[in-house]
């Protein structure tokens, strides 16, 4: 690239805006894009067209329709999701992510600031600092942004005035003062008029701050970004031949060198990196953000997921931390839930142990909530299937991020931001049991397992179970019953039947099975367990082979039919909420190791279809 | 690229870093991924990027390539040349049911030869060959609805795009997961614009097809476009006359429904030069996108890229 001078010295801003509508952000970005020659003719002539059509100005260019593309978003005169635009000057490539500004749409705001480094928050010159100035600042820190360039629009409304500029200035620096920026700068425009937008406006010769394209192109970003050593969390192992042993990823943190010490992280090998190379070509050094192939100089086990550090800048390690975590989905989050995590490239699973607070993102008040909705932010304990190498989101966000996704329908439905590893995760080591799972189950002469019986109330669980129970018991087994409605008479007394409190009487259920099969027992659980991810959760609790889903299927209008404890009849005339069927859904099993037909099978030869499937196995 | 700023990364590299990035998300986390290879200058910079991201490797996934046997001449035998240098696996597809019963651009017009040959073709060959992800060139600065696209973008067991339930995307972690029958196609050239293509294939000395460089070609203009007479079944209609004139191709598809623009920009440097002065968009010598109002997106729901 040596005879590019005009592109070597190109730098790239990511940066978001943020605003309503009514505060002009989208004439500001389509003031950007014109004045900067980067809206072609066919398009300008399309734009006109569009203005005439969905237009919200009278009579001229309504620069939203140039990014709002989505159909609905036209029709609808809204900003639905995320823009991104693109323009270039001769200092610096930028890259918009134009963001809605409307609470319901906090989503789509922290999706947007999850790359961008810098902030634009336009406020109305006329309006000054409002709950929604407040709530995008908030956004903009919580995602780690460190600058802030407020522009106070439509400063032709106020006759141009310096005071009421330095008021709402003075204001916004105070609010700021106490978050963690590097920067927060004030600039007065009027985006409609162009007026210090990609030139110092006449109209105000008051203000010698520069223009926001000047601010812009010259703003400093990246220096204090990441605040620990090289990070590098391995995303694919290439090993094209016998000789060759290279590991790929993107760096973080800071700068990785041949030669450099590294530990290899959750496991904590030591070990140099030999040579970092891009197609072959060894570098000198590989820089945060860059992409590369490094090969180490021992032969220690590395995989996906691992992150080779810096020797001289420790990572936490653990299966348990605190993070602040948005809720993405129409679906709550339900604690005691699981989901998938991808945290840089590992990926385990994850449950929200202990929501103990969300945010009130205009107040920034302490809220106590049981379950987290859509655009909710709140401060959670977290707890991993593994122990997973990371940093604090404020020190690195590459290695501090994490999003959650659900296990049923695969949606991404929640984003996390890692404060710190809990100290009972660090302190506490599992107490070593010298008897073993194997020695007593042989003992009782039996291979443990778990009978979940899952299906409607009144499907007939627990007259097969009880069948199955006693015929197992004959045979010389060794078995446990945990019934679902005599478990909520003494166990799970305190739990009711919302979608939050049937996850937990669910994992109750699934720990104590555990503990039965851990010595030694064959335990037969019968309970309608409506989620298929919980389900999954209890089968994952166990060693692949132990635990044998049995879904007993009857169809509504049979269990209805039948109503051995009056609950339909009850639910039909609204006197039960939730009542599984009814007014709450059942997620029949996808695969259960056995399905039994209970419209046409009597509960006897399902007890020995039950049995020939142990037997098979 | 030979060298590196003090501290940070030049626009190109950052931009070339996060595409290989991508790339290996895709690698580590489909089992049966594939790379649309169209043969246009996206392509090409994709190409190149998949051969540095695995490097001393080969890209552990195949090229398709959708041909609708309407391609410029020189296309397929650059596409030919290149897989065989690379030593790549290419897969070609063509929807021969489509030919059997004649679509073409000619007789059945733009939009149908399109959805049949290029749609329909696309999503025989990913449902043929149980592609869970088809890797593309697209960039977001192209047209209105692609600004709005994930790098990961989902796609339902009917190829279906549904801009309304797109999954957060947030710092460069991408969900990869989908169930069977159901794939994503990975664009890792969002963040790229039509400039960027162009300075990265001058910094990295990337091959492209000759047609995107001024030479003499033969053309008729027809309704203010030049279309280039690539072979014989153009049909040349009363008053029209093929004409040897001075142009190029700012993107490629099927030579009948691509327009050429006049030029004399005959090597990079010039198309540089052209492209950054230039008032009309790329996608403009692109007829199909003339058709309706939001037509792109319009497309993308039914499965097209």
Redesign the interface.
């Known amino acids: 690239?040596?005879d590019?001078p005009d592109?070597?010295?190109?730098?790239?801003l990511r940066f978001l805006t943020c605003g309503s509508v009514d505060d002009g952000k989208s004439t500001l970005i389509g003031r950007l894009l014109s004045d900067t020659h980067l809206i072609?003719?066919?398009?300008m002539l399309a734009l006109e067209d569009d203005s005439k059509r969905f237009g919200t100005v009278k009579g001229g260019i309504d620069f939203a329709l140039?990014?709002d593309?989505?159909?609905?978003e036209?029709e609808q005169g809204i900003t639905?999701?995320?823009?991104?635009?693109?323009f270039?000057t001769e200092k610096?490539?930028f890259?918009v992510a134009d963001t809605p500004g409307h609470e319901q749409y906090t989503?789509?705001m922290?999706?947007g600031a999850?790359?961008a480094s810098l902030a634009v928050i336009l406020v109305d010159a006329r309006k000054g600092i409002l709950t929604q100035t407040r709530r995008h600042t908030f956004i903009a820190h919580l995602l780690g942004i460190r600058h802030v360039l407020l522009c106070v629009n439509k400063m032709d409304l106020v006759g141009y005035a310096e005071n009421t500029f330095r008021d709402i200035e003075t204001g916004y620096l105070q609010f700021t003062d106490n978050l963690d920026f590097e920067s927060v700068t004030a600039v007065p425009v009027s985006a409609l008029n162009g007026d210090n937008v990609t030139g110092k406006s006449a109209q105000m010769p008051w203000f010698n701050g520069k223009c926001v394209l000047d601010f812009l192109e010259t703003v400093q970003v990246?220096a204090g970004k990441n605040r620990t050593g090289a990070r590098l969390p391995v995303?694919?192992v290439?090993?094209?031949d016998g000789d060759?042993r290279?590991f790929?990823?993107?760096v973080a943190g800071a700068?990785l060198k041949p030669g450099d010490a590294v530990r290899i992280e959750p496991d904590g090998a030591a070990t140099r990196i030999e040579s970092i190379e891009?197609?072959?070509e060894k570098l000198t050094?590989a820089?945060?953000?860059?992409?590369v192939?490094v090969t180490l100089t021992d032969n220690v086990d590395v995989a996906?997921g691992d992150v080779i550090r810096h020797a001289d800048s420790a990572m936490q390690t653990a299966d348990q931390v605190q993070a602040h975590v948005v809720w993405?989905s129409e679906n709550p989050m339900i604690p005691g839930r699981q989901y998938?995590l991808?945290?840089?490239?590992a990926a385990a699973r994850a449950s929200i142990t202990d929501l103990k607070h969300t945010i009130n993102i205009n107040t920034l008040e302490h809220v106590a909530a049981k379950t987290l909705e859509l655009n909710d932010v709140a401060v959670c304990n977290l707890s991993f299937d593994r122990r997973v190498a990371f940093d604090a989101y404020q020190d690195c966000?590459?290695t501090g991020?994490?999003?959650l996704?659900d296990r049923e329908t695969?949606?991404?439905v929640g984003?996390g931001m890692i404060d710190f590893a809990l100290r009972r995760a660090l302190n506490l080591t599992k107490q070593k049991l010298s008897l073993d799972k194997n020695v007593r189950a042989d003992a009782l002469g039996q291979k443990p397992a778990v009978l979940w019986f899952t299906g409607l109330s009144g499907a007939g669980k627990s007259t097969v179970a009880n069948i199955v129970d006693q015929k197992l018991h004959l045979a010389g087994r060794h078995t446990y019953m945990l019934d679902g409605d005599n478990v909520r008479h003494g166990l799970n007394r305190d739990l009711g039947f919302t979608d939050a409190d049937r996850v937990e009487n669910i994992r109750r259920i699934a720990e104590v099975g555990k503990l039965f099969v851990d010595a030694g027992m064959i335990v037969l659980v019968s309970a309608i367990s409506p989620f298929r991810s919980d389900r999954d959760m209890a089968r994952d609790l166990l060693q692949p082979g132990e635990f044998f889903e049995i879904h007993v299927d009857a169809s509504l209008a049979t269990c209805e039919a039948r109503d051995p404890k009056g609950l339909y009849a009850r639910a039909r005339k609204g006197e039960i909420a939730n009542f599984t069927g009814i007014s709450s859904p059942y997620e029949p099993p996808a695969a259960p190791e056995l399905r039994i037909d209970a419209d046409t099978t009597d509960p006897e030869a399902a007890a020995d279809l039950v049995l020939a499937l142990l037997a098979r196995d | 690229?030979?060298?590196?700023?003090m501290?940070?990364?030049?626009?190109?590299?950052?931009?070339?870093?996060?595409s290989?990035?991508i790339l290996?998300?895709v690698?580590?986390s489909f089992e049966r991924p594939v790379l649309m290879y169209s043969i246009g200058k996206d392509s090409s910079v994709l190409l190149h990027l998949a051969?540095?991201?695995?490097?001393?490797?080969?890209p552990p996934f195949p090229l398709l390539h959708v041909d609708t046997t309407w391609k410029f001449k020189e296309m397929i035998a650059f596409r030919d040349a290149r897989v065989r240098d690379l030593g790549l696996d290419l897969i070609v597809h063509v929807n021969e049911d489509g030919l059997k019963r004649g679509v073409s651009p000619i007789k059945s017009g733009a939009t149908v030869h399109t959805d049949v040959m290029k749609t329909e073709a696309l999503k025989q060959a990913l449902t043929l060959h149980k592609i869970d992800c088809a890797i593309g060139g697209a960039r977001?600065?192209e047209?209105?609805?692609?600004?709005?696209e994930r790098v990961m973008s989902f796609r339902d067991v009917n190829h279906g795009w549904n801009?309304?339930r797109?999954?957060?995307?947030?710092?460069?972690?991408y969900?990869c997961?989908?169930?069977p029958g159901e794939s994503v196609r990975a664009f890792p050239l969002?963040?790229w614009?039509e400039?960027?293509v162009w300075?990265y294939i001058?910094?990295e000395s990337i091959p492209v097809v000759p047609l995107y460089f001024a030479a003499e070609r033969p053309v008729v203009e027809r309704d203010g476009q030049l279309i280039m007479a690539d072979d014989d079944r153009l049909d040349i209609r009363p008053g029209e006359t093929v004409r040897t004139e001075m142009v190029r191709f700012r993107t490629l598809g099927c030579y009948p429904l691509t327009a050429a623009v006049r030029s004399d920009a005959a090597d990079i440097d010039a198309v540089i030069a052209e492209t950054r002065a230039?008032?009309?968009?790329e996608r403009?010598g692109r007829i199909i996108d003339f058709d309706q109002a939001?037509s792109m997106?319009k497309k993308k729901r039914e499965g097209y890229f």
């Open positions: 690239m040596a590019m592109m070597a010295d190109k730098g790239l072609h003719d066919d398009q140039l990014v593309g989505l159909e609905a036209r639905i999701d995320v823009a991104y635009r693109y270039q610096r490539g890259i989503r789509n922290v999706t999850s790359t990246d995303q694919w290439c090993r094209p060759f290279g790929a990823g993107t700068a891009t197609e072959g050094q820089v945060p953000g860059q992409a192939m996906r993405m998938h991808k945290l840089a490239t966000p590459e991020a994490f999003i996704i695969n949606e991404t984003a | 690229m030979k060298y590196l700023r501290n940070s990364l030049t626009n190109l590299q950052r931009l070339e870093s996060e290989i990035h290996r998300e690698a580590a051969m540095k991201a695995f490097h001393p490797a080969k977001r600065d047209e209105k609805s692609r600004a709005k801009p309304r797109q999954r957060p995307e947030l710092w460069n972690l969900n997961r989908v169930k969002s963040n614009t400039i960027d300075n001058r910094a230039a008032t009309n968009s403009q939001a997106e």
